[in-house]
Every structure is written in structure tokens, then in C-alpha cells.
């Protein structure tokens, strides 16, 4: 099996964050937590959406960062599911199957990584050589077969086509990002500690300060626009008690 890195050099933070909101939501709502922000996101209700985008809209990019590929990762699966989808019909992805999909920060940087990617060597040497040269090919087996296919698949064009399926995939489903600097390598456990966090969903204190302080930030917003104190709690979508 293989594993690709591919960079994320452009996001739309607050549509992408729209879109994974509603499992977000399901998946917090049955969290038991001390923390305050999540207490307050499970008592918002319907308000939690917008308040949550203003938050994220004053964030630092590293925190953005940082919140989104922990958010991402709760959807590894589907993402998963929806570019196994695409790549099933693409003629530089019908070759390779998917088996992990995560989102990666690192060196304030983040990754598409996918993993246990499984790829057809026989059938894409089958298909990309023919003639004289593609019978003596078929016959090849093992560590040949896999490196003249790699090559095969690992040109600049394919390499190209494959960063422009990942975007146009993710962006059917409303994960807006651009892609540079795709990287293949044997399949690796290097990240899978980390990617263990696709299961929860845990603030770091750094985040949690930053994100209290966005809050300030939107709520001073909301009163500095002239907003009357009961169209404000109106629009939170009920009263609290202080």
C-alpha cells in the first residue's frame, strides 16, 4: 500500500466549517464536558451556527488551523467514502482505492493525508501500455510490477489530475480547498497516533483562549452595531440567566 501527502494552500474556513457543522453539533450534544465553551456551544441550540462562524471568522489562521483539522477528522470517514466515490470514476483514480483520510497541521501547514491507499498494479500497467510492450509488461509480477505502474501513476500530469480530483471532490461536498505539492510514499504509521483524534474532539488550552477571545470579539461586534439587547438574545434563540 501507498500513502499521499498532499498540501493545503488555500481554505475557506467558515464554509468548510458550515458544511461539517451538523455532525459537529450531533457529536457534541452528547458530549459530558466541564469545559465553557462547550457547555455554552450545547445550550446555544440552532444559535450555535453563527455564533460559532463569528468565532471562527476572528480566530488566528494557526488556531483556524488547528480547529478545523480536528473538526475534519471527525468526518475522516465520510471524506473517505466520497473520494473512493470519485476516484471510481476518474481515469487517474480508478486504479486506487482509499482507505484513510485525514487532515494533518504541521509546521503551521496543513496536510491532506491519505493512507492504505490500495492500487491495481495489473490493471493500470493493462491499461496505460499496450502492443508488444504491454504483453511483455503483463507479465512482470511483484516489486517490478509495483515500480513500472508507480511510474506509471506518479507522472507530473497524473500527478496534477489527482490534486485537481481531491479539490473538486471535496468541493462537491462543500470542503473548500486548494491544493500544491502532492507526495507519495510506501504506506506509513507516522501519522496515526495523531490521527487517533478523529474520535474526539478535545480544546487545547491555546485554543481555548483564542477562542474566548474571538468570542469577546463577536459579542463586542454585535453590541458596537446597535443591536438592542433583546433582538440580541432573540437572535441567540433564547434568554440565559447570568
Not at 81 to 108: C, D, T
Not at 158 to 169: N, P, T, V, Y
Request: net charge negative; aromatic share 8%.
Amino acid at each position: 500500500m501507498i500513502s499521499v501527502n498532499i498540501k493545503v494552500v488555500a481554505i475557506e474556513y467558515e464554509r468548510t466549517f458550515q458544511q461539517i457543522f451538523p455532525l459537529i453539533k450531533e457529536k457534541l450534544g452528547v458530549v459530558e464536558s466541564k469545559n465553557m465553551l462547550i457547555r455554552l456551544f450545547q445550550k446555544l441550540d440552532d444559535a450555535a451556527l453563527p455564533v460559532s462562524l463569528g468565532i471562527m471568522k476572528r480566530l488566528p489562521k494557526g488556531t483556524k488551523d488547528e480547529l478545523l483539522a480536528m473538526c475534519l477528522n471527525t468526518y475522516s470517514g465520510r471524506i473517505c467514502e466520497m473520494l473512493n466515490a470519485e476516484l471510481s470514476k476518474h481515469p487517474y483514480g480508478k486504479f486506487l482505492k482509499i482507505g484513510r483520510v485525514s487532515i494533518v497541521q504541521e509546521k503551521e501547514a496543513l496536510y491532506l493525508w491519505i493512507s492504505q491507499v490500495q492500487a491495481d498494479y495489473k490493471r493500470l500497467v493493462k491499461e496505460k501500455i499496450t502492443g508488444k510492450m504491454g504483453q511483455v509488461a503483463s507479465l512482470l509480477v511483484g516489486e517490478k510490477l509495483e515500480k513500472l505502474a508507480l511510474e506509471l501513476l506518479w507522472t507530473e500530469e497524473s500527478k496534477q489530475k489527482l490534486m485537481e480530483l481531491a479539490r473538486d471532490s471535496l468541493g462537491k461536498y462543500g470542503f473548500a480547498m486548494e491544493f500544491a505539492d502532492i507526495q507519495m510514499m510506501k504506506d506509513t504509521k507516522g501519522y496515526e497516533d495523531f490521527i487517533e483524534a478523529e474520535a474526539h474532539l478535545t480544546l487545547t488550552d491555546g485554543m481555548e483562549m483564542d477562542m474566548l477571545d474571538a468570542l469577546a470579539g463577536y459579542l463586542r461586534d454585535r453590541e458596537d452595531s446597535g443591536m438592542p439587547e433583546k433582538a440580541f438574545e432573540a437572535y441567540l434563540g433564547k434568554k440565559y440567566d447570568s
